[in-house]
């Protein structure tokens, strides 16, 4: 499968110390403008949005993570998720550019259940290192701010397939499902909810 417009792991529907710090409210991307020129207007919290707490589903995915990357790609994840649902895979790798410098990336794949979704539905938690603009991240959207952070939002008909937001030089973006099961609240909601693990510095190895 293509990834970004160059190749990169299969999805599944293809189917460390740190600490938690709001991160929809500190990231550093303050001052991106929407396609119009205006700032990006802030998205208010809908009263229900389908979501649930489960901070532990996401940091623990994080924490699988992190062993395998550095403190300069810090991984973001949920901590607010569909009712029925799990991380089921994890993993970091590497992709190229066009121009062929690599660049280091996770994916963090949410498997929705099967009480009210469809089998076999899920969703990408994805973040690349060092790559501001990638591809997927040219498509027509919107910008919305929550906290200090603004989010770019594609629609796709009355529905969000996708949201993206850059930190520090790298991107990130959360992919709906294929059939885009989540509502937009649900997708913005899992957004509002982000939380950053800022992986520890890989060990050197000791030469003999």
């Given at each position: 499968?293509?990834?970004?417009?160059?190749?990169?792991?299969?999805?599944?529907?293809?189917?460390?110390?740190?600490?938690?710090?709001?991160?929809?409210?500190?990231?550093?991307?303050?001052?991106?403008?929407?396609?119009?020129?205006?700032?990006?207007?802030?998205a208010?919290?809908?009263?229900?949005?389908?979501?649930?707490?489960?901070?532990?589903?996401?940091?623990?995915?994080?924490?699988?993570?992190?062993?395998?990357?550095?403190?300069?790609?810090?991984?973001?994840?949920?901590?607010?998720?569909?009712?029925?649902?799990?991380?089921?895979?994890?993993?970091?790798?590497?992709?190229?550019?066009?121009?062929?410098?690599?660049?280091?990336?996770?994916?963090?794949?949410?498997?929705?259940?099967?009480?009210?979704?469809?089998?076999?539905?899920?969703?990408?938690?994805?973040?690349?290192?060092?790559?501001?603009?990638?591809?997927?991240?040219?498509?027509?959207?919107?910008?919305?701010?929550?906290?200090?952070?603004?989010?770019?939002?594609?629609?796709?008909?009355?529905?969000?397939?996708?949201?993206?937001?850059?930190?520090?030089?790298?991107?990130y973006?959360?992919?709906?499902?294929?059939?885009?099961?989540?509502?937009?609240d649900?997708?913005?909601?899992?957004?509002?909810?982000?939380?950053?693990?800022?992986?520890?510095?890989?060990?050197?190895?000791?030469?003999?």
């Amino acid at each position: 499968r293509e990834l970004l417009g160059v190749s990169g792991p299969p999805d599944s529907a293809d189917k460390s110390s740190g600490t938690g710090t709001g991160a929809a409210a500190t990231g550093s991307d303050q001052t991106k403008q929407s396609r119009t020129g205006r700032k990006a207007p802030r998205a208010a919290a809908p009263r229900d949005d389908g979501l649930i707490d489960n901070p532990d589903a996401g940091a623990t995915a994080a924490k699988r993570i992190a062993k395998h990357t550095g403190p300069s790609l810090p991984i973001y994840y949920p901590t607010r998720i569909p009712e029925i649902a799990a991380f089921a895979t994890q993993r970091a790798y590497h992709l190229r550019d066009q121009d062929k410098k690599t660049h280091a990336a996770y994916v963090m794949v949410l498997q929705l259940g099967v009480g009210g979704y469809p089998v076999e539905d899920y969703v990408n938690f994805q973040g690349v290192r060092g790559w501001e603009d990638p591809p997927i991240l040219a498509a027509e959207h919107s910008d919305v701010k929550i906290g200090s952070t603004t989010f770019s939002v594609y629609p796709d008909g009355d529905r969000v397939s996708m949201v993206s937001w850059t930190a520090d030089g790298n991107s990130y973006w959360i992919n709906n499902t294929l059939v885009n099961t989540l509502t937009g609240d649900q997708m913005l909601g899992m957004a509002r909810s982000l939380e950053i693990k800022v992986p520890n510095p890989k060990k050197q190895k000791k030469s003999k």
